[in-house]
């Protein structure tokens, strides 16, 4: 068990500029879940995949924003025409029902920094 | 009114005090809260989980949880500067993916 892995862990584009970030969960956590936290906030909830269907998504998910797990295991997420707004930390997290625990454990990765310019 | 309301801090104490951090939620429907530990420029950690009303102790750490008054608490005994760290206090949102809807967190101080 590695851990759930994300890259890459900074990103500066300019704006306007399209980029794609990559999460990779723990293995056999059939849960996957994108965060966005902005710099004095508490992290807010994107999007959530279980195995490869998205299953919701938060009204912050503009149309610039779009997430795949094409095939139930990584997960990328892409910001069309980067804004100002869109810097912040990207945070991916996995989780398992099987787990054992009585509240599914959400395991967090490092994180993806975006700074648009 | 948001969801989930913490003291944005930052609170500072001395090594060796009890640490009390405070958060206060709207959806009196919500069932599970957990509080996770950020230090800066990391991701969050989760370090308390509480469903119950009452508390739950895990070494240092005594979570607190009173649902008619809509009220969690973590206090984290003897102090240390290691401690110190961003607490995040979050609740499982409505529908069925489990997402959490976090507060802003409280920055904890601990001066040695």
């Known amino acids: 068990d590695t851990g759930v892995s994300q890259d890459p862990r900074h990103k500066i584009t300019k704006r306007g500029q399209n980029v794609t970030f990559r999460c990779d969960p723990i293995s056999e956590h059939n849960r996957l879940y994108w965060y966005r936290q902005t710099l004095g906030q508490g992290p807010e909830f994107l999007t959530y995949f279980q195995n490869e269907a998205q299953l919701e998504k938060s009204r912050l998910l503009s149309d610039r924003f779009s997430a795949e797990r094409p095939k139930g295991s990584f997960s990328t997420l892409e910001i069309q025409r980067t804004e100002q707004g869109d810097s912040a930390m990207y945070l991916c997290?996995?989780?398992?029902?099987?787990?054992?625990?009585?509240?599914?454990?959400?395991?967090f990765g490092p994180g993806t920094r975006l700074t648009v310019l | 009114q948001k969801e989930v309301e913490q003291n944005s801090g930052p609170l500072s104490v001395p090594e060796g005090a009890i640490a009390s951090l405070n958060c206060t939620y709207s959806d009196r429907g919500s069932q599970s809260f957990f509080w996770y530990r950020q230090y800066s420029g990391k991701s969050p950690e989760l370090i308390m989980f509480?469903?119950?009303?009452g508390d739950k102790e895990d070494g240092r750490f005594t979570a607190q949880l009173n649902k008619a008054s809509q009220y969690v608490s973590l206090l984290i005994r003897d102090s240390q500067p290691s401690d110190s760290a961003t607490y995040l206090c979050?609740?499982?949102?409505?529908?069925?993916?489990?997402?959490?809807?976090f507060g802003t967190g409280t920055l904890l101080a601990v001066q040695p």
């Open positions: 997290a996995s989780s398992s029902p099987l787990d054992g625990s009585s509240y599914n454990e959400q395991f």
């Open positions: 509480i469903y119950s009303n």
């Open positions: 979050a609740v499982i949102g409505r529908g069925a993916t489990n997402k959490l809807i």
